[in-house]
């Protein structure tokens, strides 16, 4: 009995001393994963999780500041180089990171990596956005004077921070990480460096939101409208064609520009919508006016967040639907589209003029780094910003710009359009610098498309099908 006895209880203390080492094995495994999961192993820094619980203690006791990092052009750097030099280059990323933080130079916190090429730093104790600004400029700066490099190749590297407090800018570890989120976005967009969380600009927040859902149903109740601007010949003697410029027929507060109602919408994924309506609603009119005997192109204006590989599938989509000639189709791109995401645009820019669209740089000028992005784009024609424009009688310094302009322009092989032209005067100095074409409230004003038609033939610019009312209806 006693030996039975003995072997049962020696059985049951190996079974209880087996099941906790198995506890304590699993234990510590358990805990291995989380430090992993905890730790990024290339950089050695804090994950978006470690990040997340760093945070929210903070954010119960009283506040924190969160700026995000977004590396500019990481990505070309791991596609021409390869991904071990990428990753060598995040190393030295983050060791230059963690000396400016420790240096007491950058913001004092802690420096996380949340994956890619995206960093952050939590600054404990409640603060105000606006206290992070100096901080985070000193941060990209110690990222300039890094002397990185990949793969022995030296590199200049420079970022975009966005900036969000708590507690004026959310509340939560979610609030704040997608609010800095959006701010860096904005960093990016702008060419800012730095910029600070604005809940006005915010595409998710509150009021922006309401604002889409109200224009996604504005455009299935035919509540926007498009306005036609025509381009005219450098002597204002032919009409060369019509740019298409969205409105919002509201019913409340009447006829809305596109800057009361578009920036949201361009921050939003509704904005591929929009442009698709635009194309083929323009396409269209300009259908119907061929059939009127009316021989013009058509210009669109497609936003920085459409110009992706999305824009073929809609170009394709609104010329089969219209049975439109690519050729005479124009599509206005912005230089700051351009300049966001050089290597992308320059794709999509190449596909459509394989696809013989043609293509403008809008706002030329308006934006900062012009000519180094325009090499190797291969556009048609380029659109003087009309600032330049506008003034250029009055201001000899725009004289010069504009007239180097249309001489690079002319030496590129491009076609160059002045847009704002709102005097006799500005048109005949365009005319004498060489300008190709011209367009602005001297000629007309973007009209509705029955009164683009009137004007037309007002002008007597509808050539022989259009300009003779016994050969074509009144009215469209
Ligand atoms: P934009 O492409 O530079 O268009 C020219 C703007 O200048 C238009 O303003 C036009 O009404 C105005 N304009 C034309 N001639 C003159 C002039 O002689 N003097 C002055 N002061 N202004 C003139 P609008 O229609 O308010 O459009 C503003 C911007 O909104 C456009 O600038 C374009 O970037 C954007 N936009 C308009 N329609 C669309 C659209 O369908 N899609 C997209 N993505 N953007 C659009
Ligand atoms: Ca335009
Ligand atoms: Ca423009």
Redesign the pocket.
């Known amino acids: 009995m006693d030996a039975v006895w003995t072997a049962w209880a020696a059985t049951v203390v190996v079974t209880v001393a087996a099941v906790v080492a198995l506890a304590v094995l699993v234990r510590q495994r358990d805990r291995a994963r989380l430090d992993a999961a905890r730790t990024d192993p290339l950089t050695g820094l804090g994950t978006r999780r470690a990040l997340a619980e760093h945070l929210e203690p903070l954010l119960r006791r009283g506040g924190a500041g969160l700026l995000l990092l977004d590396l500019d052009g990481f990505r070309e750097v791991n596609d021409s180089l390869g991904h071990a030099a990428g990753d060598d280059l995040l190393v030295q990323v983050a060791d230059a990171l963690v000396r400016t933080v420790r240096g007491g130079e950058g913001p004092a916190g802690r420096v996380f990596r949340l994956g890619g090429d995206e960093f952050a730093v939590v600054v404990p104790g409640p603060c105000a956005a606006r206290d992070l600004e100096v901080p985070a400029k000193r941060l990209l700066a110690g990222l300039s004077v890094g002397a990185f490099h990949a793969d022995t190749v030296p590199l200049d590297l420079s970022g975009s921070i966005g900036l969000a407090a708590a507690p004026a800018d959310g509340r939560s570890v979610g609030e704040l990480l997608q609010h800095a989120d959006v701010a860096m976005y904005a960093a990016k967009r702008g060419r800012l460096g730095v910029a600070r969380y604005d809940r006005a600009t915010d595409p998710h927040s509150a009021a922006n939101l309401e604002l889409l859902g109200q224009v996604r149903r504005a455009m299935e109740d035919d509540q926007l409208v ?2 036609y ?1 025509p381009k005219v010949s450098g002597d204002g003697s032919r009409l060369l064609g019509f ?5 919002w027929d509201h019913p409340e507060r009447g006829l809305l ?3 009361e109602f ?1 920036p949201p ?2 921050r939003s994924h509704l ?1 591929h919508a ?2 698709r309506w ?2 083929i609603t ?1 396409l269209q009119q300009a259908a119907r006016w061929r059939a009127q005997g009316l021989a013009t192109s058509m210009a ?4 920085a967040a ?1 110009l992706d590989e999305g824009l073929l599938g809609i170009v394709e989509e609104a010329l089969a639907l219209t049975r439109w000639p690519a050729a005479d189709l124009v599509l ?1 791109i ?1 230089e700051t589209a351009v300049i966001e995401d050089p290597a992308g645009a320059r794709r999509t820019v190449q596909a459509l003029r394989e696809r013989g669209v043609r293509v403008a740089v ?2 030329f000028g308006a934006g900062s780094t012009s000519l180094g992005h325009l090499r190797g784009l291969p556009v048609h024609e380029l ?1 003087i ?2 600032q330049f ?2 003034e250029l009688t009055a201001h000899p310094e725009d004289e010069v710009i504009v007239s180097s302009v249309i001489a690079l322009a002319h030496r590129l092989g491009l076609t160059v359009v002045a ?4 005097t006799v005067a500005a048109a005949d100095r365009l005319n004498a610098l060489g300008c190709d074409e011209l ?5 007309a ?2 009209l509705p498309a029955d009164q683009a038609m009137a004007w037309v033939r007002a002008e007597g610019m509808g050539g022989p099908g259009v300009d003779t009312p016994l050969v074509v209806p009144a009215t469209e």
């Not at 669109?300 to 936003?303: D, L, P, Q, R």
């Not at 847009?419 to 709102?422: A, S, T």
């Open positions: 498009v306005h601007q740019e298409a410029l969205v409105r520009a596109p800057a578009l919408v361009e904005v929009l442009t635009v194309m323009a669109v204006n497609v936003s459409t206005e912005t809008d706002d659109k910003d009309r424009v506008a847009e704002g032209v709102e367009q602005g409230f001297f000629f004003r973007p």
